[in-house]
């Protein structure tokens, strides 16, 4: 079976029972997931910093997924009110 890596766009919206702080942890943000083989989700990484979408130092580490072969990858940016 050939597996394609995937790209997801989500929109995070802060839990309505959440405690506000003031901290800005509770504002919206956006995140973006990269899963997939190591070399995919790194070139990706790549290709969207080359483009000025996100500086690739911002993604975090890569981490295994439960499946062999699998990273996944996140990047957060908080949105301002």
Same mark, same amino acid.
């Given at each position: 079976m050939n597996f394609m890596p !995937? =790209?997801?766009l989500m929109d995070i919206a802060p839990q309505?029972?959440?405690?506000r702080s003031g901290?800005?942890?509770?504002?919206?943000s956006n995140k973006m997931v990269l899963i997939g083989d190591p070399e995919w =989700?790194?070139?990706q990484i790549y290709r969207l910093h080359a483009a000025g979408i996100v500086d690739?130092?911002?993604?975090s580490r890569l981490l295994?997924? !439960?499946?062999p072969g699998e990273v996944i990858a996140t990047y957060l940016q908080r949105r301002g009110r």
């Open positions: !995937q =790209v997801f309505s029972n959440a405690p901290s800005g942890e509770d504002r919206p =989700v790194k070139g690739q130092s911002l993604w295994p997924t !439960q499946n």
